[in-house]
């Protein structure tokens, strides 16, 4: 096994979203974490508050508010879901993620640690991560800031040894004791019989030893993900531009993406919501839901949309707090790869699932949709409107359209069928369209529908006789002759 500790040594003051500089947060009139304008002043942690205004008269104090960090923390281990679906939550300041099943994945431990410590820094914490064989020796490493990873366990005494006895949180009875017997770091402390450090110190030091060494097991409890996800983010301060919502947004999909991860499923849709600043004329959230055309989990994917809706989005107040929630996860269908990894630029099925996207942001869910065939053989009721969702079989254009067409058609069908019939006039008995046009197939009889004629907005019983004609400009045109003379229907692209 391989663990890597993530401790973050600001999550009190990066969990508060407005931070004055300089600043610090305490509690129980102790400074727990000051800012780096406050800490050059002298301002250092576990400094009495009235000391701490004395080395800095300016110095803006908040409350420690141990909820905002939890919520801190799970948001970043559903974040973590992206690399292991093994993590442990330790409050109130570290994760642990058992990293060993994934460095094959992510081309091995050196890459995978750059790409996590990368990752944390831009969901905006400060972090001291460490790599070791055993959780505790991880949590140790990452509270003394030694970040060379430990891959091999044979090395974890040496390494161990060069850590301050700090890292083990002990009483001052215990550390008055280890003091006594000339005990300064933890190397020290690792030359001494276990068995009368048991008796001197009790079991429980002697057996973190030996957790922390590989002698005994570790077992920790796993972070259980949510079944759905829901998540919130306080802004720094109020934001009345739409497009400035989009880097909060990025955070908050970047969490959800791990969370699909570990859940190993998709979304196709997601929905945003903007809390406005509170007030007597306080409103209500803003609301905005995106919708994909296909179950994804892609982080790119979901940002480029969200940037589309918030260009044509007007807030009616300026912004506090920004929530994301998701149902349950879809299954997530898998898809073929080349033998050589080639891909076509702009033909493939991502690239007609990025266009519907792209199209429903920028015109409206209700401006783009899908066609889907129906048994009838009324042109006008052959087919339906229906939202549009590209499966994994349906991802090929040609597959796609192909799927708006009957099986077995008993004639040419144009793509382009007109919303209501146009009238052309005829001269000398041919039809006229620009010109006269010239038939080349037909005539194919389509006739009844008495069963909705007296329904409103139906088409109702009808007789006509189809025809494919040409028109002096080349245009293909599907059109028939009724009672009341030619109409034009369609027109073949």
């Known amino acids: 096994m391989l663990w890597l500790a993530l401790y973050l040594p600001r999550l009190p003051l990066e969990a508060l979203p407005s931070r004055p500089s300089p600043s610090a947060v305490v509690s129980r009139e102790r400074v727990v974490v000051a800012d780096d304008a406050a800490a050059s002043a002298g301002v250092i942690p576990g400094l009495r508050l009235a000391e701490a205004w004395a080395f800095l008269p300016a110095l803006s104090i908040q409350e420690r508010d141990v909820e905002r960090e939890q919520a801190a923390l799970t948001r970043l281990a559903c974040w973590a879901g992206g690399f292991t679906s093994e993590i442990c939550v330790l409050p109130p300041q570290t994760l642990l993620l058992e990293v ?13 640690f750059e790409r996590i410590v990368a990752g944390c820094a831009e969901q905006g914490f400060a972090l001291q991560p460490s790599l070791a064989p055993t959780p505790l020796a991880a949590q140790w490493l990452a509270l003394a800031a030694d970040e060379a990873p430990c891959l091999d366990a044979d090395q974890l005494p040496q390494r161990l040894g060069r850590l301050p006895l700090a890292v083990l949180d002990l009483s001052a009875q215990n550390q008055a004791r280890l003091a006594s017997f000339g005990v300064r770091s933890l190397a020290d402390l690792l030359r001494l019989p276990r068995a009368g450090l048991a008796r001197r110190l009790g079991v429980g030091l002697a057996a973190d030893l030996a957790r922390a060494l590989g002698d005994l097991p570790d077992p920790r409890p796993r972070f259980v ?22 880097f909060a947004g990025r955070r908050l999909i970047a969490s959800l993406c791990g969370w699909l991860v570990a859940r190993g499923g998709g979304i196709s849709e997601c929905a945003f919501e903007f809390a406005h600043q509170r007030g007597a004329g306080q409103r209500p959230a803003t609301v905005l839901v995106l919708g994909f055309t296909g179950v994804t989990r892609d982080a790119e994917r979901i940002v480029r949309v969200l940037s589309e809706r918030l260009q044509r989005i007007e807030l009616p107040a300026a912004v506090e707090g920004i929530s994301l929630r998701a149902d349950a996860p879809e299954a997530l269908p898998g898809r073929s790869a080349s033998l050589f990894d080639k891909r076509g630029e702009g033909a493939g099925g991502d690239s007609v699932a990025d266009l519907v996207e792209r199209l429903q942001s920028r015109l409206g869910n209700g401006s783009v949709h899908g066609l889907s065939a129906a048994a009838e053989h009324r042109p006008e009721n052959a087919s339906r409107r229906v939202i549009p969702r590209l499966s994994a079989e349906e991802k090929s254009p040609a597959r796609w359209l192909a799927a708006a067409l009957p099986a077995t058609a008993p004639g040419p069908r144009p793509l382009w069928l007109l919303a209501s019939p146009q009238g052309l006039c005829e001269v000398g008995g041919r039809p006229q369209c620009g010109g006269p046009l010239r038939l080349l197939a037909g005539p194919e009889r389509i006739e009844s529908g008495w069963w909705d004629e007296a329904e409103p907005a139906t088409v109702g019983d009808i007789r006509r006789d189809y025809f494919v004609a040409i028109s002096v400009r080349a245009e293909w045109l599907w059109i028939f002759r009724g009672q009341e003379g030619w109409f034009l229907h369609g027109v073949f692209c």
């Open 100 to 112: 060993a099943g994934s460095l094959r994945l992510f081309g091995g431990a050196a890459p995978l």
């Open 225 to 246: 993900f949510p079944e759905r996800f829901v998540e919130h983010l306080e802004l720094p301060m109020r934001v009345d531009n739409a497009l400035a919502l989009g």
